[in-house]
């Protein structure tokens, strides 16, 4: 014990000699790998904060079970055989001795080595090996002894953000400290974080035998309500973004039935299905770029798009054509012939992809997100479909307003007889018309595809609420669907954060329920008095 007690000594002596150059010497190799835990972490913690290049090496071989060691000299051994030996320190060949031992490595030797070893880390020019180094101590469980070690990296560091990560991870280490001072300057520089690992180290240090002096204890109180504060602003912002996603999504899936259920006044119940339609297209899609164009697979959603407009577009215009033609102006045959189509529908789609959901893989650039806060991510894919169904609302607006097609579907749904009067084709543009919204149902299927599972199913969640978002929006006013599709998005999210996910459904229900018995027209009434009245 005298012995090793020395060395130890030695090494910690050599290792606060001003001006001295670092380099790992036997006694402090030997120390890190030889003596009681409390000994080997102390000397290595030594070796670590005196900057030591050769130390990672060392660790590293430690940590890969390549060391052994006499009473002398410590030796790395590699190869698959354990043919190569060297001496660890110096790297010269040497032989390894019959009675060279193999280090014990416990849990938390190990985790001192790999804590030492992402310590050594922040010293590299490389930035970005800098932050990884960063990120693995935030995760490491640290103590005082690794303080020196930190302070030295966020003295030289430069970039500002790692600044900050190491400035917290400085505080971390004091928390814990046995100087008052200490403790109390760690709760002020926590309480400007906004991370929930600095939340849950506060409430660990509030607990029970965490913190015994009462103005320390004050102090961390302070710091974790303004760090929950912080917290909830992002809870806050992620549950706003979720509905509006949701309403997007909603807004999505609804403006195809603004078409057909809002215009053309068509009682559509296989409105899911064309929607199921087109996420099965960007199935078949992804299938055909994975087998015959794997370099372009990032882009098949590119090709998935106009490929399921197109899709559920042909399906519609069969509909319409075999079996809507025959029944416009009785609702409720079309009810229930189309509620027999859907049931069709999703029986094909079993008889071919099978009962089971299929896999729909992100792209690349649609996986991963967007970090606004520590606890506020944004999802590619959702930010992604926001914008995709911005670009469809802004295309069908153009499209009724601006274009020939449009004109006509505005004339056919205003006057048919008069339309008929003055030449236009009424079947053909309620053919048209019928297409396209079912083509843009296609559009949704394809959105859905990228944050949910296709299955013969899918259509069926997206159905009674799409006839809501029309209803309450005001039928045959795209502005309503929107202003519906948002809304009820936001309104679901915020009551399922207060009343869970089923009274949240049941609540906004009845809220439909009492809108429509005060205001039947919804939220945007047509202008002007029908002509067919």
Known sequence: MLRRLSTLLIAALLALVAGRVAALTQPEALAIVQGDSDERIAALNTAAAAGDPALAAFVQALLDEEIRFDEQRVYRVQGPNGDSVTDAVTGAAATLPEAAEEPMLNNRLRGALQAALSGLNLASPDLGQRRAAVDDLLRASLDEDQ???????????????????????QATIQISSEDKALRLKAAATLA?????????????????????????????????????????????????????????????????????????????????????????????VQNLFRNFLPELFDYYVLAAIPVAFLASAAVGAVLERGVIRWLYGRPLETLLATWGISLILMQAVRSIFGAQNVAVENPAWLSGGWQVLPNLILPYNRIAIGIFAALVLAGMALLIARTRLGLFVRGVTQNRRMAACVGVHTARVDTYAFALGAGIAGLAGCA??????????????????????????????????????????????????????????????????????????????????????
């Open 147 to 169: 303080l020196p070690l930190v302070e030295k990296a966020l003295a030289r560091e430069t970039d500002a953000d790692l600044q900050e990560k190491l400035t917290r991870l």
């Open 192 to 284: 400007a974080s906004g991370q929930p690992a600095v939340a849950s180290l506060l409430q660990e240090r509030l607990a029970d035998g965490g913190e015994a002096d009462p103005e320390v204890r004050a102090a961390l109180d302070a710091a974790l309500k303004a760090v929950r504060g912080r917290l909830d602003w992002g809870e806050r912002l992620g549950v706003m973004f979720t509905g509006l996603s949701l309403g997007s999504i909603l807004m999505l899936a609804a403006l195809g039935l603004a078409v057909t259920y809002g215009l053309m006044g068509v009682i559509n119940m296989a409105h899911g299905e064309l929607i199921m339609i087109g996420a099965y297209a960007t199935y078949v």
């Open 448 to 533: 859905l595809s990228q944050v949910g599972n296709v299955g013969p199913d899918l259509g069926q969640g997206y159905i009674v609420d799409s006839f809501m978002v029309v209803v309450l929006g005001g039928v045959g006013q795209l502005a309503g669907t929107v202003y519906a599709g948002l809304g009820l998005g936001l309104l679901n999210k915020l009551l399922e954060g207060w009343q869970g996910a089923v009274l949240a459904k049941i609540m906004v229900l009845v809220f439909i329920i009492g809108f429509i018995q005060k205001r039947p027209q919804g939220i945007f009434a047509v202008k002007g008095r029908s002509a067919e009245a």
